[in-house]
C-alpha cells in the first residue's frame, strides 16, 4: 500500500489559520466600533464648541458694527457741537459789542435829553412872552375858514409861510389809534368805522387847519403817504395847486374818505419835495412816530427804535438843503425815540415841532 504523501498545507491547517485571522479582524472591528463611539462624542463636543464660538463671532461682530456706527453719530455729533460751539462764541462776542454801543448810545441819548429839556424850558418862557404879547382873535386874510371844537386858544408857534407850502400826511394803518393793541383790532374793521376812528379824525382836522392858514399869495400840494407817497388831487404830482377855495375842498374831501392802511414809509414822502418844480420853502408833516420801512419793503419781520432811527436818517438824507420842516406829531404808543428826532429835525431846518393834545384844533 502506497503511503500518503504529507502536505503541509492541510485543510485543517487552513480551519485554523482562518480562525486566527477572523478572530483578529472580530477584535478589529470591536476595538474600532469603540473608537468611533468615542471619537463621534469628542467630534460632536468640539462641533458644539465650534458653534458656540461661532455665535459669538457673530455676536460680537454685530457689536463691533453697532459701536462703529454710534462712533460715527459720536463723531458727527462732535462736529456740529463744535460748529454750534463757534456759533455761539461769535454771537455772544457780536451781542457784547452791541450792548456796549446800546451804552454808548444810552449816555448820547441822556445828554440830548438835557439838551432837549434845557430847549424845552427856553421854548416855555418864549411861549409866555409871545402869549402875554399875543393879538386877540380876529378875521385874518385866508381862502377858508376852520372852527375848531371848544373855545380855547392855543399857542401853536408853527409857521404856515412861504410861496410854496407842502403837507405830508400820514395815511398808515398807527393812524387808526395810538395803542398797538387797537391799531390791531382796527385794521380788521370796516373801513367806515376805520374812517370814523378818533386819531385820523384829529390828523384830518389838522390838515385843514393847516390850510387855512397858509397865505392866499402861495401855492400849496398835499399828499398822503404810507407805504408810498401820493397827491389827494388826482393828476397833480409833482405839480403847485393854486390856492383857492374850491381845489382845497376838493383836496380835503378826497383826505377824508382815505383809509389809513400799511406801513411808514417817511422817505418816498421827503422825496417828493425833490418831485415838485420849484421845491417847496415850506414842508409840513402830520405824522405819529418814525418810519417803519424804507424806498423799498423791509425783508425783516420785526424792525426795533433802532432801525426806525436808522430809516429816518436815510429819509432825511433826501430833503432838499435850506427846506424848513414842521412836524405835527400825534400819540404812539412803543415810540419814545420819535419826539426827540422829529424836534432835532426842526431845530436843524429852522422849522417846529408841535405835540397837540386830543382836542386840537
Given at each position: ?15 485554523a ?38 455665535q ?23 462736529v ?49 412872552r ?26 401853536t ?38 374812517l ?34 401820493e ?6 404830482a ?5 390856492l ?29 419835495a ?16 418814525l418810519?417803519?420801512?424804507g ?28 427846506l ?6 400825534l ?29 386840537w384844533?
Amino acid at each position: 500500500m502506497a503511503r500518503r504523501k504529507f502536505d503541509v498545507f492541510s485543510m485543517s491547517f487552513l480551519d485554523a489559520i482562518c480562525c486566527g485571522f477572523g478572530s483578529v479582524v472580530l477584535i478589529f472591528m470591536l476595538i474600532t466600533a469603540q473608537g468611533n463611539a468615542h471619537v463621534k462624542k469628542l467630534t460632536d463636543d468640539r462641533r458644539s464648541e465650534a458653534l458656540l464660538v461661532e455665535q459669538q463671532l457673530l455676536e460680537g461682530r454685530k457689536n463691533l458694527a453697532e459701536l462703529r456706527n454710534s462712533l460715527e453719530v459720536l463723531d458727527k455729533a462732535k462736529v456740529t457741537t463744535e460748529g454750534l460751539s463757534a456759533r455761539v462764541i461769535a454771537e455772544l462776542d457780536a451781542t457784547r459789542q452791541e450792548l456796549a454801543e446800546s451804552e454808548n448810545e444810552t449816555l448820547a441819548r441822556r445828554a440830548r435829553l438835557e439838551q432837549l429839556k434845557a430847549d424845552v424850558a427856553s421854548l416855555e418862557e418864549s411861549a409866555k412872552r409871545l402869549e402875554s404879547q399875543a393879538a386877540k382873535p380876529g378875521g385874518g386874510a385866508s381862502v377858508r375858514g376852520f372852527k375848531g371844537s371848544g373855545d380855547r386858544l392855543y399857542l401853536t408857534g408853527m409857521r404856515v409861510g412861504g410861496q410854496h407850502v407842502l403837507i405830508l400826511v400820514d395815511a398808515s394803518a398807527s393812524m387808526l389809534d395810538e395803542t398797538l393793541v387797537n391799531i390791531l383790532r382796527m385794521r380788521n374793521m370796516a373801513d367806515d368805522k376805520k374812517l370814523r376812528s378818533e386819531k385820523w379824525r384829529q390828523a384830518v382836522s389838522i390838515a385843514d387847519w393847516i390850510s387855512t392858514q397858509i397865505p392866499t399869495s402861495a401855492q400849496f400840494q398835499i399828499y398822503t403817504f404810507n407805504t408810498h407817497a401820493e397827491p389827494l388831487v388826482e393828476g397833480s404830482a409833482g405839480q403847485w395847486l393854486k390856492l383857492d377855495g374850491p381845489t382845497l375842498e376838493k383836496a380835503l374831501n378826497r383826505l377824508r374818505k382815505i383809509v389809513p392802511k400799511d406801513g411808514t414809509s417817511l422817505e418816498n414822502a421827503f422825496a417828493v419835495a425833490k418831485q415838485l418844480n420849484p421845491q417847496p420853502d415850506n414842508l409840513i408833516v402830520i405824522t405819529d412816530g418814525l418810519p417803519t420801512q424804507g424806498a423799498q419793503p423791509s425783508t425783516k419781520k420785526l424792525v426795533d427804535g433802532d432801525d426806525r432811527l436808522r430809516l429816518f436818517e436815510r429819509a432825511i438824507a433826501v430833503l432838499p438843503k435850506k427846506l424848513a420842516v414842521s412836524t405835527i406829531l400825534l400819540p404812539m404808543e412803543g415810540d419814545p425815540a420819535a419826539p426827540s428826532a422829529f424836534w432835532n429835525l426842526a431845530k436843524a431846518t429852522q422849522g417846529s415841532f408841535m405835540a397837540p393834545s386830543r382836542d386840537w384844533p
